[in-house]
């Protein structure tokens, strides 16, 4: 046995005893700090002669070494047992309902238009953007709107002051369809050309079912040989996407937009179903009805040059349709003005939740 077995034996029996992570703390700088006891048995060593040395050596060292031992046992456990007692006293309820924390929801105009986006995009199409501050060649001359036309007006059209940054030929203006971005997706862009273009539009107007701003979304295909049925094709898979159901019949009637030719208004099938109307089914049906739902037509080859395409290479449709009209349709509003008023039980009541994306497999825009 040796000498320092007592000493040893006292020290574990101190440090097993200590209160605390402080008690503990003041036992080791007891023992091993500066001036501790088995660091004074170490400074002891020098003075030894070679053979005390060489016994006295390995027994200090184990000394030391089980007193540092026993320290960190003895914390690790107290710091088990603390964790111990804090997991036992802290516990969490599942079964609490979660405190709701403020969640704006997504707008039904911001809902549509990406549905839309979804929609299209598995057609092929892109989305193109183009600026809401319109000059006048984009939003009229080059979609073959001439002078006399009714839509460039100052009473139908919001124009910007005329000042020395207005441009040579035409003042600016809120744009007042999304059409002038078909002429900037097919210089920007080229041929063969597939988009959708959703976005905000602006007509002096105003009652129920007209506001000053609306949304619309422009389809545009340019392509070598696109013709009327793909347009039709186009707007069925579209319309059966976007409504969710399979009995969507489309009427092409003869019309007239300065920028397609032949221009087709197209109606769609409907019945009032408790005072909403419901898509489906031919308009021509026992209590269905005929409603205009947009403008379409074959891309004036006049607007094709403009936009510096070769006519008598590229041709293709274009269609506009109105994104409120289409939620309103959709989700069952029946006031236009009030999608724009901000009324928060408004978009609490109409609005999405931004986790509910749209998905073609899930359908879009399906919700509880
Ligand atoms: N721009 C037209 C409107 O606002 C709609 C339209 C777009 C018609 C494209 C034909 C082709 O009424």
Redesign the pocket.
């Known amino acids: 046995m040796s000498d320092y077995t007592t000493l040893e034996r006292d020290a574990r029996a101190r440090i097993d005893a200590a209160a605390d992570l402080a008690a503990l703390e003041a036992l080791r700088v007891e023992y091993l700090g500066k001036q501790g006891s088995v660091s004074a048995l170490l400074k002891t060593l020098g003075a030894m002669s070679p053979d005390e040395r060489l016994e006295k050596g390995p027994q200090i060292q184990g000394l030391r070494q089980a007193v540092s031992d026993a320290l960190g046992a003895r914390k690790a456990a107290m710091e088990a047992a603390e964790l111990e007692a804090r997991l036992a006293s802290e516990t969490v309820d599942l079964t609490l309902p979660a405190r709701e924390a403020p969640a704006g929801s997504v707008h039904p105009v911001s809902q549509v238009m990406d549905e839309l986006a979804e929609i299209f995009a598995d057609l092929g199409f892109s989305v193109a953007t183009g600026p809401e501050i319109e000059d006048d060649w984009y939003n009229f001359t080059a979609?073959n709107m001439p002078e006399s036309h009714p839509a460039r007006a100052m009473h139908d059209t919001f124009y910007f002051p005329a000042d020395e940054e207005s441009p040579a030929d035409g003042r600016m203006l809120l744009r007042?369809?999304?059409?002038p971005v078909?002429i900037r997706s097919m210089m920007a862009l080229g041929a063969p050309l597939r988009i959708i273009a959703p976005g905000r539009?602006y007509r002096s107007d105003s009652d129920a079912t007209h506001t000053p701003m609306f949304h619309?979304v422009?389809?545009?295909v340019i392509d070598r040989d696109i013709h009327l049925g793909h347009l039709k094709w186009t707007l069925e898979t579209f319309l059966g996407a976007f409504f969710e159901r399979e009995d969507i019949v489309l009427r092409l009637r003869p019309s007239y937009?300065p920028?397609?030719e032949p221009?087709?208004e197209v109606d769609v099938g409907f019945a009032l179903e408790n005072g909403k109307r419901v898509l489906g089914g031919s308009g021509d049906a026992p209590g269905h009805a005929w409603m205009e739902l947009?403008?379409?037509?074959m891309?004036n080859r006049r607007v094709i040059e403009m936009a510096g395409l070769d006519p008598d290479e590229w041709q293709g449709?274009?269609?506009?349709?109105g994104v409120d009209r289409l939620a309103m349709l959709k989700y069952g509003m029946d006031d236009l003005r009030a999608f724009f008023d901000g009324d928060v039980r408004w978009l609490r009541h109409y609005g999405f939740s931004f986790l509910d994306q749209p998905t073609l497999s899930a359908g879009v825009g399906a919700r509880a």
């Open positions: 979609l007042t369809h999304t059409s078909q539009v619309q422009e389809g545009l937009f920028f397609t221009s087709v947009l403008g379409s037509g891309v449709f274009a269609f506009g349709v």
